[in-house]
C-alpha cells in the first residue's frame, strides 16, 4: 500500500490525468464527427443512432489510444530512469517487480477511468439501447486499453530510449487501425489486433451493422497478458538494478 500511495503521489506531479483527459477529448471528438457523418440526414433511428455512436467509438478508439497509452506509460517510467528511481526503490526494498506492479496498477485506473468516461460519454450521445452492448463493449475495450499499457510499461522499463516505446505506440496505432481488415488469425497476434475485435459496430457498404465483440479472443488476451506481465515482473524482483 505505500508503494502505491507513493505512485498516485507521483501521478499528480506528472500530469497524466491531463493526458487521460486528452485521450478522452480526442475519443469523444471523434465518435461525434462519426455519427454526425453518418446522421447526416438527421433522422436516424435510436437503434441505428446507437450503432453509429458504436462505429464512431470502434473507430476513435484505435485512432486515439494506443499512442496515448504510450504516453503515460513513458511518463510514468522514464522519471525512474533519469531519477534512480529503481535503485532508490530496491535501496528501501521495493523489489524492481513489485514496484511495476504498483506503476501497472496506478496508471491502468487512469486509462480505465478515462475509457470509461469516453464510452458513457458516446453511449449519451447514440443513446444506451441496447444497455448490454455498451457494457460489453465497455468491458472489453478495458482489457485491451490496460494488456496495450502493461506492455508499453515493460518497454519503457527494459529500453531507456522512451522514444522505442512512442515509436512502437505509432505503429501500434498504424496496426490497429488496419486490423479490421486483417483475417481473424492476424488480428489475434498482437494486442492492437484486438481493438478491432472487440469493435461493436462497423460499417458494410453505406449502412452500419451492430456487431457483437469477440469476448472469448479479449478474455484469452487477458489471460495471457497478465501471465506474461506476472512472469516479467517477477524476473525483475530477482534483479537488483536494471542494467
Not at 188 to 207: C, K, N, V
Request: with cysteine.
Amino acid at each position: 500500500m505505500n508503494v502505491l500511495r507513493n505512485e498516485f503521489a507521483k501521478l499528480r506531479h506528472l500530469h497524466l490525468v491531463a493526458v487521460a483527459a486528452s485521450m478522452t477529448a480526442g475519443i469523444v471528438a471523434l465518435t461525434v464527427v462519426g455519427t454526425m457523418t453518418g446522421n447526416a440526414a438527421g433522422h436516424a433511428s435510436a437503434q441505428s443512432l446507437a450503432a453509429l455512436s458504436l462505429a464512431g467509438l470502434s473507430l476513435a478508439f484505435p485512432l486515439v489510444s494506443p499512442l496515448m497509452i504510450a504516453v503515460v506509460a513513458s511518463r510514468t517510467i522514464d522519471i525512474e530512469h533519469h531519477g534512480n528511481g529503481w535503485l532508490l526503490s530496491r535501496a528501501t526494498g521495493v523489489a524492481l517487480g513489485e514496484l511495476l506492479r504498483a506503476k501497472v496498477i496506478s496508471t491502468g485506473l487512469v486509462v480505465t477511468t478515462a475509457t470509461v468516461v469516453a464510452v458513457s460519454l458516446g453511449a449519451l450521445l447514440g443513446g444506451t439501447n441496447p444497455l448490454w452492448t455498451w457494457l460489453g463493449y465497455a468491458g472489453a475495450i478495458v482489457v485491451v486499453n490496460l494488456v496495450v499499457l502493461a506492455l508499453h510499461l515493460v518497454i519503457s522499463t527494459l529500453v531507456v530510449n522512451q522514444l522505442i516505446s512512442l515509436g512502437i505506440g505509432v505503429l501500434g496505432t498504424v496496426v490497429a487501425i488496419c486490423a479490421s481488415g486483417f483475417p481473424s488469425w492476424l488480428a489475434h497476434l498482437t494486442p492492437w489486433g484486438y481493438y478491432a475485435l472487440a469493435s461493436a459496430a462497423d460499417y458494410r457498404g453505406d449502412h452500419v451493422m451492430t456487431l457483437s465483440p469477440s469476448y472469448i479472443s479479449v478474455a484469452g488476451l487477458a489471460v495471457v497478458g497478465v501471465v506474461l506481465f506476472l512472469l516479467v515482473t517477477a524476473r525483475l524482483d530477482r534483479q537488483e538494478v536494471l542494467a
